[in-house]
Protein backbone atom coordinates (compact mmCIF):
# COMPACT_ATOMS: atom_id res chain seq x y z
CA UNK A 1 0.00 0.00 0.00
CA UNK A 2 2.12 2.91 -1.30
CA UNK A 3 -0.85 5.16 -0.10
CA UNK A 4 0.82 5.65 3.22
CA UNK A 5 4.14 6.56 2.37
CA UNK A 6 2.15 9.01 -0.10
CA UNK A 7 0.27 9.95 3.00
CA UNK A 8 2.97 10.04 5.20
CA UNK A 9 4.84 12.71 2.68
CA UNK A 10 2.07 14.69 2.31
CA UNK A 11 1.27 15.42 6.24
CA UNK A 12 4.97 15.94 6.62
CA UNK A 13 5.18 18.42 3.90
CA UNK A 14 2.24 20.10 5.00
CA UNK A 15 3.41 20.10 8.91
CA UNK A 16 6.27 21.92 7.74
CA UNK A 17 5.03 24.65 6.04
CA UNK A 18 1.85 24.90 8.51
CA UNK A 19 5.06 25.28 11.69
CA UNK A 20 3.15 25.34 14.77
CA UNK A 21 -0.18 26.64 13.27
CA UNK A 22 -3.45 23.66 13.15
CA UNK A 23 -4.17 23.14 9.59
CA UNK A 24 -8.02 22.85 9.01
CA UNK A 25 -8.06 21.39 5.82
CA UNK A 26 -5.78 19.88 3.16
CA UNK A 27 -6.97 19.52 -0.84
CA UNK A 28 -5.02 17.00 -2.90
CA UNK A 29 -5.65 16.56 -6.89
CA UNK A 30 -5.13 12.95 -7.62
CA UNK A 31 -4.80 11.94 -11.09
CA UNK A 32 -7.22 9.17 -12.57
CA UNK A 33 -4.21 7.38 -13.64
CA UNK A 34 -1.84 7.91 -10.70
CA UNK A 35 -2.34 4.80 -8.96
CA UNK A 36 -3.53 6.45 -5.75
CA UNK A 37 -6.55 4.80 -4.15
CA UNK A 38 -8.13 8.32 -2.54
CA UNK A 39 -9.83 5.69 0.14
CA UNK A 40 -6.66 4.29 0.81
CA UNK A 41 -5.44 8.12 0.83
CA UNK A 42 -8.06 8.88 3.27
CA UNK A 43 -7.85 5.96 6.08
CA UNK A 44 -4.12 6.47 5.89
CA UNK A 45 -3.94 10.54 6.61
CA UNK A 46 -6.08 10.33 9.97
CA UNK A 47 -3.14 7.35 11.57
CA UNK A 48 -0.56 9.62 9.85
CA UNK A 49 -1.55 13.16 10.70
CA UNK A 50 -2.10 11.89 14.50
CA UNK A 51 0.33 13.88 16.57
CA UNK A 52 0.41 16.73 13.93
CA UNK A 53 -0.84 20.19 13.02
CA UNK A 54 -2.83 17.91 10.95
CA UNK A 55 -4.53 15.83 13.44
CA UNK A 56 -8.55 16.10 13.15
CA UNK A 57 -8.10 18.78 9.64
CA UNK A 58 -10.53 17.56 7.10
CA UNK A 59 -8.66 15.64 3.38
CA UNK A 60 -10.37 16.79 0.73
CA UNK A 61 -9.31 14.73 -2.90
CA UNK A 62 -10.24 15.94 -6.09
CA UNK A 63 -10.08 13.46 -8.61
CA UNK A 64 -8.39 14.92 -11.98
CA UNK A 65 -9.04 12.47 -15.23
CA UNK A 66 -6.84 12.48 -18.10
CA UNK A 67 -7.74 13.42 -21.80
CA UNK A 68 -7.39 11.56 -25.15
CA UNK A 69 -8.80 11.70 -28.47
CA UNK A 70 -10.30 8.43 -30.15
CA UNK A 71 -8.37 7.47 -33.75
CA UNK A 72 -11.90 5.99 -34.85
CA UNK A 73 -13.74 9.00 -34.70
CA UNK A 74 -11.73 11.73 -33.56
CA UNK A 75 -13.92 12.52 -30.12
CA UNK A 76 -12.35 14.07 -27.04
CA UNK A 77 -12.83 11.36 -24.38
CA UNK A 78 -12.33 12.04 -20.76
CA UNK A 79 -10.26 9.16 -18.99
CA UNK A 80 -11.27 8.03 -15.37
CA UNK A 81 -8.83 4.68 -15.92
CA UNK A 82 -6.30 3.00 -18.34
CA UNK A 83 -9.44 1.41 -20.23
CA UNK A 84 -10.91 3.98 -20.95
CA UNK A 85 -13.68 3.82 -23.97
CA UNK A 86 -15.53 6.04 -26.29
CA UNK A 87 -18.55 7.33 -26.66
CA UNK A 88 -18.64 5.42 -30.04
CA UNK A 89 -17.30 2.62 -28.43
CA UNK A 90 -14.12 2.06 -29.62
CA UNK A 91 -10.67 1.75 -27.77
CA UNK A 92 -8.54 2.71 -29.85
CA UNK A 93 -7.80 5.86 -28.25
CA UNK A 94 -4.36 8.17 -28.65
CA UNK A 95 -1.90 7.73 -25.41
CA UNK A 96 -3.79 9.99 -22.62
CA UNK A 97 -2.64 13.13 -21.60
CA UNK A 98 -3.00 14.53 -17.87
CA UNK A 99 -4.42 12.61 -15.13
CA UNK A 100 -0.80 11.29 -13.40
CA UNK A 101 -0.67 14.29 -11.14
CA UNK A 102 -0.10 14.29 -7.30
CA UNK A 103 -0.75 17.78 -6.02
CA UNK A 104 -1.15 19.31 -2.53
CA UNK A 105 -3.42 22.31 -4.14
CA UNK A 106 -4.00 24.08 -0.65
CA UNK A 107 -4.14 24.27 2.78
CA UNK A 108 -5.94 25.81 5.28
CA UNK A 109 -4.99 26.87 8.69
CA UNK A 110 -6.24 28.13 11.79
CA UNK A 111 -5.54 32.08 12.44
CA UNK A 112 -3.62 32.46 15.58
CA UNK A 113 -6.03 34.63 18.08
Not at 21 to 50: I, K, P, Q, W
Amino acid sequence: MHELAVTSNIVNACSERAGRARVLRVTVHVGALSCVAADAMRFCFDVVAAGTPLEGAALDIIRIPAHSRCRDCGAQVQMNDILGLCGCGSSNLEPPRGGEELTVKSMEIEEAA
